[in-house]
């Protein structure tokens, strides 16, 4: 049991970590589980002196299964040729079976003193083989495979004897073949097909001498002590049953044979495009979302009528289908079909889809992207706009360093280095929060003179009159000494013409008073002033 769990364990890993684009690949796979119901016949005789019982001529109905992993060694069909054949070699463990041969058999020993019943065999087989062969699509979703195999056919017999099981196991070899015609249901998984099949199993090897329990030492002997079946056979020379299988990669001979008019038609457009190199897989992908090349749930491609003219449309479509090559045939015959229709005006490749680029590599936020973009395009108006987006990404990564530290000494270095950064209110916030966790007098009065007009202004002046302490961590950290006294004020002078002037003291020249002159001389008066700034007044 435990060899045949690790068998199919096998199989079941061998089909599952293949993963591939089929499509393109054309590898392909193929895991089934077949059911043939049969009856199995056993021929066997008790080879003992002691027990005294009948010859054993049984017939047991049995549904042996078959779990079996294919796998194509080649590439095929061959690209160039519409050859509607796979090759096959596999792995398969077939005629998994099991039951009880007999129950309640009556025997006894060769004294005749005494007589039992109730004593059971049973028995469990299996072939592990390897299996080589072909499949040929004969149309649309109908498939017949061939197979022939070679192997072990082990026998595992359970003898039940006095509350006792006692097995044993021999094997002999085997040899089948197999054919099936199968037919795909639907696509569970991209490129992997359901299927269901009728299978017919042809077995040429017979099964004789096979031992059933080896010959019992002194003592009560088991009733079948010693048994050998002579053969074991299928009463009919056939088996037929149901097949379910997965396909992974199936290709149908009318798929087949439209992606070689895709293949041919590709290599037109590549040879006729003016384009000088292929496009990227960024730009495929760009193409694929601004320009919807994909089937919708109706199996059409969307109306971009409105977004697009015909012969942007058919521009980039041929652009397109030259060099990203869809792998959904489907869609693929589809986007051909539109070239072909005549509802677009076709011309050369000339589109630029810059307008899309810019708009994505700016919401991005990637540096690799727009760098990009700038090799693409090194003439774009728009570089500047690039240029200063990579800057502020660049002075954004020295400006989370600055936050890591968290600290006056950096944040006012920061703004020192960068009065015009993009990051001023960011510092400025990081400044404020780190005066109000430490509640100085004096830090709250270097922001207010740092930060004359800031955001936070009202909240440190109402802060300013409550905080007790006077050191500044601020001076501290920076290890500068700030000045916070207000500035004093700048002395104003009045304007002579607009009030009256005193009698001025001037040597040896006599005092003059105020009078009719000087109203009637002000501009005299002014450029007077202007020339003594300090005036002494007389007593």
């Not at 684009?21 to 002196?49: C, I, M, T």
């Not at 199968?182 to 998984?189: A, D, H, L, W």
């Given at each position: 049991?435990?060899?045949?769990?690790?068998?199919?364990?096998?199989l079941?890993?061998?089909?599952?970590?293949?993963?591939?684009?089929y499509e393109?690949?054309?590898?392909?796979?193929?895991?089934?589980?077949?059911?043939e119901?049969?009856?199995?016949?056993?021929?066997?005789?008790?080879?003992?002196?002691?027990?005294i019982?009948?010859?054993?001529?049984?017939?047991?109905?049995?549904v042996?299964l078959?779990?079996?992993?294919?796998?194509?060694?080649?590439?095929?069909?061959?690209?160039?040729?519409?050859?509607?054949?796979?090759?096959w070699?596999?792995?398969?463990?077939?005629?998994?079976?099991f039951?009880?041969?007999?129950?309640?058999?009556?025997y006894?020993y060769?004294?005749?003193?005494?007589?039992?019943?109730?004593?059971?065999?049973?028995?469990?087989a299996?072939?592990?083989s390897v299996?080589a062969?072909?499949s040929?699509?004969?149309?649309?979703?109908?498939?017949?495979?061939?197979?022939?195999?070679?192997?072990?056919?082990?026998?595992?017999?359970?003898?039940?004897?006095?509350?006792?099981i006692?097995q044993?196991t021999?094997?002999?070899?085997?040899a089948?073949?197999?054919?099936?015609?199968?037919?795909?249901?639907?696509?569970?998984?991209?490129?992997?097909?359901?299927?269901?099949?009728?299978?017919?199993?042809?077995?040429?090897?017979s099964?004789?001498?096979?031992?059933?329990?080896?010959?019992?030492?002194?003592?009560?002997?088991?009733?079948?002590?010693?048994?050998?079946?002579?053969?074991?056979?299928?009463?009919?020379?056939?088996?037929?049953?149901l097949?379910?299988?997965?396909?992974?990669?199936?290709?149908?001979?009318?798929?087949?044979?439209m992606?070689?008019a895709?293949h041919?038609?590709?290599?037109?457009?590549?040879?006729?495009?003016?384009?000088?190199?292929?496009?990227?897989?960024w730009?495929?992908?760009?193409?694929e979302?601004?320009?919807?090349f994909?089937?919708?749930?109706?199996?059409?491609?969307?109306?971009m009528?409105?977004?697009?003219?015909?012969t942007?449309?058919?521009d980039v479509?041929?652009?397109?289908?030259?060099?990203?090559?869809?792998?959904?045939?489907?869609?693929k015959?589809?986007?051909?079909?539109?070239?072909?229709?005549?509802?677009?005006?076709?011309?050369?490749?000339?589109?630029?889809?810059?307008?899309?680029?810019?708009?994505q590599?700016?919401?991005?936020?990637d540096?690799?992207?727009?760098?990009?973009?700038?090799q693409?395009?090194?003439?774009?108006?728009?570089?500047?706009?690039v240029?200063?987006?990579?800057?502020?990404?660049?002075?954004?990564?020295?400006?989370?360093?600055?936050?890591?530290?968290?600290?006056?000494?950096?944040?006012?270095?920061?703004?020192n280095d960068?009065?015009?950064g993009?990051?001023?209110?960011?510092?400025?916030?990081?400044?404020?929060?780190?005066?109000?966790?430490?509640?100085?007098?004096?830090?709250?009065?270097?922001?207010?003179?740092?930060?004359?007009?800031?955001?936070?202004?009202?909240?440190?002046?109402?802060?300013?009159?409550?905080?007790?302490?006077?050191?500044?961590?601020?001076?501290y950290?920076?290890?500068?000494?700030?000045?916070?006294?207000?500035?004093?004020?700048?002395p104003?002078?009045?304007?002579?013409?607009?009030?009256?002037?005193?009698?001025?003291?001037?040597?040896p020249?006599?005092?003059?008073?105020?009078?009719?002159?000087?109203?009637k001389?002000?501009?005299?008066?002014?450029?007077?002033?202007?020339?003594?700034?300090?005036?002494?007044?007389k007593?």
């Amino acid at each position: 049991m435990r060899r045949l769990l690790l068998t199919l364990s096998l199989l079941a890993a061998a089909a599952t970590t293949q993963a591939a684009d089929y499509e393109r690949s054309n590898w392909r796979q193929q895991l089934y589980l077949q059911a043939e119901p049969a009856f199995l016949n056993f021929k066997g005789a008790v080879h003992d002196d002691r027990i005294i019982m009948d010859d054993i001529n049984e017939d047991l109905f049995t549904v042996p299964l078959s779990v079996g992993y294919l796998w194509s060694p080649l590439i095929t069909p061959a690209w160039k040729a519409d050859i509607p054949f796979t090759i096959w070699l596999g792995l398969e463990v077939n005629s998994i079976q099991f039951g009880t041969i007999v129950d309640n058999a009556k025997y006894e020993y060769d004294t005749g003193t005494q007589t039992r019943d109730g004593e059971e065999l049973s028995f469990m087989a299996y072939a592990p083989s390897v299996v080589a062969g072909f499949s040929v699509n004969l149309v649309g979703g109908l498939d017949f495979r061939a197979l022939g195999g070679f192997g072990f056919h082990f026998f595992s017999f359970y003898d039940d004897y006095s509350g006792n099981i006692e097995q044993y196991t021999d094997f002999t070899y085997t040899a089948f073949v197999s054919g099936a015609l199968e037919y795909r249901i639907t696509e569970v998984f991209q490129d992997v097909d359901l299927k269901v099949g009728l299978n017919v199993r042809k077995e040429f090897m017979s099964y004789e001498d096979i031992k059933a329990r080896k010959k019992d030492g002194p003592g009560t002997p088991s009733p079948y002590s010693g048994l050998t079946f002579d053969k074991i056979e299928y009463k009919w020379p056939v088996r037929i049953g149901l097949e379910v299988s997965l396909d992974f990669g199936r290709e149908s001979r009318r798929d087949r044979k439209m992606r070689f008019a895709l293949h041919d038609r590709d290599a037109v457009l590549r040879e006729n495009s003016e384009v000088k190199d292929t496009l990227s897989d960024w730009d495929c992908m760009a193409i694929e979302r601004d320009y919807r090349f994909y089937l919708d749930e109706d199996g059409q491609l969307p109306d971009m009528s409105e977004a697009y003219t015909r012969t942007q449309f058919a521009d980039v479509l041929e652009s397109y289908l030259a060099f990203c090559h869809p792998a959904d045939l489907a869609t693929k015959e589809q986007l051909y079909a539109t070239l072909d229709s005549g509802k677009v005006e076709l011309k050369e490749y000339q589109v630029r889809q810059e307008d899309s680029r810019f708009d994505q590599v700016m919401a991005s936020n990637d540096p690799e992207m727009l760098e990009m973009f700038l090799q693409y395009y090194p003439d774009s108006p728009r570089r500047a706009e690039v240029e200063n987006k990579l800057k502020s990404l660049g002075e954004y990564d020295k400006f989370r360093a600055i936050q890591a530290q968290n600290t006056f000494k950096a944040y006012l270095s920061y703004l020192n280095d960068n009065p015009n950064g993009a990051f001023r209110d960011e510092a400025e916030a990081g400044i404020f929060e780190l005066v109000k966790a430490g509640n100085r007098k004096k830090d709250y009065e270097i922001y207010l003179k740092r930060f004359p007009n800031g955001k936070y202004v009202d909240e440190a002046r109402a802060a300013l009159n409550e905080s007790q302490q006077e050191t500044s961590i601020i001076e501290y950290q920076t290890g500068e000494t700030y000045n916070t006294d207000p500035e004093p004020e700048q002395p104003t002078y009045e304007d002579p013409a607009e009030e009256p002037e005193e009698e001025e003291v001037e040597e040896p020249a006599p005092t003059k008073k105020k009078g009719k002159k000087a109203a009637k001389k002000p501009a005299k008066k002014a450029k007077k002033a202007a020339k003594k700034p300090a005036k002494k007044k007389k007593k």
